[in-house]
């Protein structure tokens, strides 16, 4: 039953992007036509052509590098020199998100596939179907307000594989297949001496294809009855297209210490990594005087360098139920936070924009979840991702749902 419902979800996917994915436009030429206004070169969507191309720069880095769960199977072995057999090395099935300390086992695999929808709704406190850039002259009866509605979903079916090549050391891969999808619409509204000019510019576009791949080797430091450790290397590569919003189009490496204990059915953990990712975001000179409109110009955007850190427990309600929490933080540097500014209905001339910010940005989910046995070495998987904060391009709650099985 779980193998059906299984190529039933991929299936499902498959299907449903396709029949959705034949638009005239990929997701990354839609998001590019609803923030720069496409064909019409008088007006940049609804923010200054410098703040347009940041939030491009901000939408494509954080959706393509959402959390995508983790490649560690929920069952783990080690061998026992007296029975001469493999056992359980944890009644816990383990966490979504976070690494466990403990390896798979030699010659034991582990196959995973996760399907999570994640939406993004505000940036700088504004949701991104009602971005406002506008100045209103109330003496002399002029506004000039840009407008954008921006819609950014991502489908993913997550597909991993652990393979034990040594009692204490793993290799793995995870492999993300599937849709992004961007609509919405950019509209011109001006109003000079008593004479309404209006523009509007719609798009909508999906892509489907492969994500950037993930590939793990992990080897166990410590095991023991109070602590266990281990350490992790991940390769991120290009795999996925940048202009479909679908990968970051550069090879990323992340180093990751990996902490764990046990207390009775209790499994309290800590990843703690950094990213090596690219110089990020590079601005321009920011020659703005205090309270004068205009942003910093984006000169060059790659990934960003990260400092990554998780933190939680997984507890063993029972022999066939595990439930999971976790806090998952990323600092990331050298890119840009966007702030609302509004100086308020009461001044004679009000303006409204997002302003860029270049700096550091720490973005924080949080993921509550469980894992299931559902007969022999097979486990079912839910979890929820929540925004504990509101920096960088905010998702919307993400659920996801998957299988494992143990060989």
Request: charged residues 15%; neutral net charge.
């Amino acid at each position: 039953m779980a193998k059906r419902l299984m190529i039933l979800m991929l299936g499902a996917l498959v299907a449903g992007t396709d029949a959705r994915a034949q638009s005239a436009q990929s997701a990354g030429e839609a998001l590019r036509t609803v923030l720069f206004r496409g064909e019409d070169s008088s007006a940049t969507g609804a923010l200054s052509e410098n703040s347009s191309a940041a939030l491009y720069g901000l939408l494509l880095g954080e959706t393509t590098t959402f959390p995508i769960g983790s490649s560690a199977g929920g069952f783990t072995w080690t061998f026992d020199s007296n029975l001469r057999v493999p056992i359980r090395r944890s009644s816990s099935f383990g966490s979504m998100f976070a690494e466990r300390p403990f390896t798979t086992g030699r010659g034991k695999l582990n196959l995973g596939a996760a399907f999570q929808h994640t939406r993004f709704t505000s940036v700088g406190g504004q949701p991104l179907t009602n971005l406002e850039s506008s100045i209103s002259y109330r003496f002399g009866n002029e506004i000039y307000r840009l407008a954008s509605s921006v819609q950014v979903e991502i489908d993913r079916t997550v597909l991993s594989a652990t393979y034990g090549i040594h009692d204490r050391v793993d290799v793995g891969v995870i492999v993300p297949v599937g849709r992004a999808h961007v609509s919405g619409f950019s509209s011109n509204y001006q109003l000079y001496q008593g004479i309404v000019d209006t523009k509007r510019t719609d798009a909508s576009g999906s892509s489907f294809g492969t994500g950037d791949m993930v590939v793990r080797t992990k080897a166990a430091l410590i095991a023991t009855n109070r602590f266990d450790a281990a350490a992790a290397v991940d390769v991120r590569l290009p795999t996925g297209d940048p202009d479909k919003l679908l990968g970051t189009g550069h090879t990323q490496a992340k180093v990751l210490f990996i902490g764990g204990s046990t207390v009775g059915s209790v499994t309290p953990h800590v990843n703690v990594g950094y990213t090596l990712g690219g110089s990020g975001m590079t601005f321009g000179a920011d020659n703005r005087w205090s309270g004068s409109f205009g942003d910093p110009e984006l000169i060059r955007r790659q990934p960003s360098d990260e400092f990554n850190y998780t933190v939680g427990a997984d507890v063993a309600a029972t022999p066939r139920i595990t439930i999971a929490g976790d806090v998952i933080g990323r600092v990331v540097k050298n890119t840009a936070e966007m702030r609302l500014f509004d100086n308020g209905p009461s001044v004679p001339d009000r303006q409204i924009f997002l302003e860029v910010v270049p700096g550091t940005v720490h973005l924080l989910l949080g993921a509550v979840g469980a894992k299931v046995s559902i007969g022999g070495s097979w486990l079912a998987t839910g979890t929820i991702l929540v925004p504990v904060n509101d920096h960088g391009i905010k998702p919307a709650v993400t659920p996801v749902i998957g299988f494992e099985r143990a060989f």
